[in-house]
């Protein structure tokens, strides 16, 4: 890692004192402060830094390229603004920051910024959030929401992502999307009981040239047998080292293993498919979590396979369920059959489809809430 440090600040007395906080921080050296945002971006590429601290004066929009520009060049961008909403960090974060201040700049969330940027990994170690998709019935589309998403996510946050299959014993999720991984979760998890982190990640497989990561199914059905409740956290915990985002492909049955998947995400998403049966199970599952005092917020329902005219209205699951549902995905078998018969996600079947755009809307809807509760809670 280069330790330089690139300032782009058209208000003197605030690149002044940016000035003073990164003279404090041993690890990083102040290359240089640009008035002229234009020059900066010219040096920058030229120079490549590891942070670009960049002031946001004239408002995010205004930066929204340049932050762009950066963020693909791998670069580290902070921004500094005037103006602090949830929208605002959501768009700096969305064209690719690292993080996002408000001035007048308090200099512990500085510093604490720069580290972040320092760690170079994650948008924040401790805010890597846990997705698990699940059901109790199975067929009803959880690979095919996991694999789709879990592409999504990559794609449009550009994080580090990795797609966990944990239906065990026999999960899909390598037949969904073509990739075949040299070491399975079992073993992934056995090594790493003697080597520690390093094993786990070492078994995430990079999906084409993306920043997806697939840790996937046990290659014999027996393998799954030394999985256990301890192995799921601590795998869980090693994850969450690497990855900004871990989206879990988790098995129908109400077990051990999966009450403890389920325990320890920091969202579910429940599918469910609109016909009584399902939505009974669906209440079930509800009444379970609630049991099992998992907060009422981790919970969304996800409706698979949506019809407009279907006879049972959302409006009367909602009711049923007493919870609004979250997102619905349309019924497209067509589009869904053929990227699994050619194990492609569906943006690469068709980038049109109604499923395509269902599952990039599902995926900007999450990150957009998952980003404004962490920033929240900060
Ligand atoms: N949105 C959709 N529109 C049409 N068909 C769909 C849709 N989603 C899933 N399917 C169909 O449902 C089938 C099951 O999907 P998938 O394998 O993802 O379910 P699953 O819940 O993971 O099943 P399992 O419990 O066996 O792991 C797919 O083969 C596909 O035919
Ligand atoms: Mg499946």
């Known amino acids: ?51 670009v601290v960049i002031s946001a004066n004239d408002g995010i929009q205004a930066v929204q390229k340049t932050i762009n520009i950066l963020a693909d060049n791998k670069i580290n961008v902070i921004v500094l603004s005037q103006t602090y909403t949830t929208n605002l960090v959501i768009q700096a974060l969305r064209a690719g920051a690292k993080d996002f201040i408000s001035k007048p700049i308090i200099k512990k969330d500085f510093i604490a910024s720069l580290n972040k940027c320092c760690k170079d990994i994650v948008r924040a170690v401790n805010k890597s959030n846990i997705i698990s998709i699940f059901s109790n019935k199975g067929g009803i589309g959880k690979t095919a929401i996991a694999t789709n998403l879990a592409v999504e996510f990559a794609r449009q946050t550009r994080e580090k992502v990795v797609l966990v299959d944990l239906n065990l014993p026999l999960g899909d999720v390598t037949t969904f999307i073509n990739i075949k991984p040299s070491i399975s979760i079992a073993s992934a998890v056995e090594t790493a009981a003697h080597k520690g982190a390093e094993a786990v990640v070492n078994a995430c ?20 047998q030394i999985m256990t409740p301890t192995h799921i956290f601590k795998l869980f915990e090693y994850l969450r080292e690497s990855f900004s985002y871990i989206l879990v492909d988790v098995g129908t049955s109400i077990d051990k293993m999966n009450m403890k998947i389920l325990e320890l995400s920091d969202l579910i998403l429940l599918v469910s498919i609109v016909n009584l049966p399902l939505i009974r199970n669906c209440q079930r599952c509800l009444d379970l979590f609630s049991n099992l005092g998992f ?44 990227s699994i018969n050619k194990a492609m996600p569906v943006s690469e079947i068709n980038e049109n489809s109604n499923v395509t755009l269902s599952f990039s809307g599902l995926a900007t809807k999450l990150t957009e809430d998952i980003i404004a509760k962490d920033f929240i809670e900060v």
């Open 295 to 338: 907060d009422e917020n981790k919970t969304k329902i996800v409706i698979n396979r949506y019809l407009e005219n279907d006879e049972i209205k959302i409006e009367d699951v909602e009711k049923v369920l007493n919870q609004k549902i979250y997102w619905k995905i349309p019924n497209n078998y067509f589009t869904i059959m053929s």
């Open 1 to 51: 890692m280069n330790n330089k440090v690139v300032v782009f600040e058209s208000d003197k007395e605030s690149a002044e004192l940016i000035k003073t906080y990164i003279a404090e921080f041993n690890e990083l050296e102040l290359d240089n402060i640009y008035e002229d945002y234009k020059e900066g971006l010219f040096y920058t590429l030229k120079s490549h830094p590891h942070i």
């Open 205 to 224: 497989k990079q999906y084409k040239d993306t920043s997806l990561y697939v840790l996937a199914e046990p290659i014999y059905m027996e393998e799954s």
